[in-house]
């Protein structure tokens, strides 16, 4: 069966404290991995899209890369401002529907 | 405008009662999507369509039913509401074709009691 597990479940920084947010999955024939950022109540933003082991891309203090097995979630430097639940998904095997993880919530406080 | 609009965006309802939860984009996209998330349980899809005369069950359909009323609207109806379908219940788009990630509105609370 298809899954996506994320890790830790919550993470706790100190403003200007770097780390990163692991997403593991496994599906046969990755179509895509997609990285969001969800504030309280609100819906999820898209950040990133990765489709091949070895991709990076970079958005501000956020940078996404992808192995064949997870892909990982740096963020350099912190701000408050990036506190809020990330989440990955893939697409299900042999359809075309997103499966999500079930996110890390990120606290940065100043 | 928002690209996703869903309303109501709060709504408190009986047990019992028939809701119905709308969902309209300006996207131009053909997939349309309803999820329902929960602490510790994530997103988790009820249904979703692929064009106007396409709708599929999804993960956790039981209890809802959805009306794909014109490629921009996409209904999602509790038919008799009961405590557990209490949620944040999101809409989402996407194009159509492999690769493409979804474009989510900003969500109903509903609250049954």
């Known amino acids: 069966e298809d899954q996506v597990t994320q890790s830790p479940e919550a993470l706790r920084l100190q403003e200007g404290e770097s780390s990163s947010l692991n997403c593991s999955y496994t599906?046969?024939?990755?179509?895509?991995l997609f990285w969001y950022r969800q504030d309280p109540g609100k819906g999820p933003e898209f950040l990133f899209t990765l489709y091949s082991a070895g991709e990076e891309k970079e958005k501000e203090r956020l940078k996404a890369t992808l192995t064949k097995k997870e892909s990982f979630l740096h963020i350099t430097a912190p701000k408050p401002e990036d506190s809020a639940t990330y989440l990955c998904a893939v697409f299900q095997g042999g359809s075309e529907k997103l499966v999500f993880g079930k996110g890390t919530k990120l606290t940065v406080n100043p | 405008d928002a690209d996703v609009t869903q309303t109501p965006r709060n709504r408190i309802t009986k047990t019992g009662k028939r809701i119905m939860l709308e969902c309209s984009q300006t996207?131009?996209?053909?997939?349309m999507y309803w999820y329902r998330q929960d602490p510790g349980l994530g997103l988790r899809l009820i249904y979703y369509s692929f064009d106007v005369k396409d709708i599929n069950k999804g993960e956790i359909s039981d209890g809802y039913s959805v009306s794909r009323q014109a490629q921009a609207k996409f209904s999602l109806s509790l038919e008799s509401a009961i405590p557990n379908q209490t949620a944040l219940y999101f809409c989402?788009?996407?194009?159509?074709?492999?690769?493409?990630?979804?474009?989510f509105g900003s969500g109903t609370r509903l609250t049954v009691v």
């Open positions: 599906v046969s024939g990755l179509r895509g």
């Open positions: 989402a788009t996407s194009e159509t074709g492999t690769g493409y990630g979804y474009t």
């Open positions: 996207k131009g996209h053909d997939r």
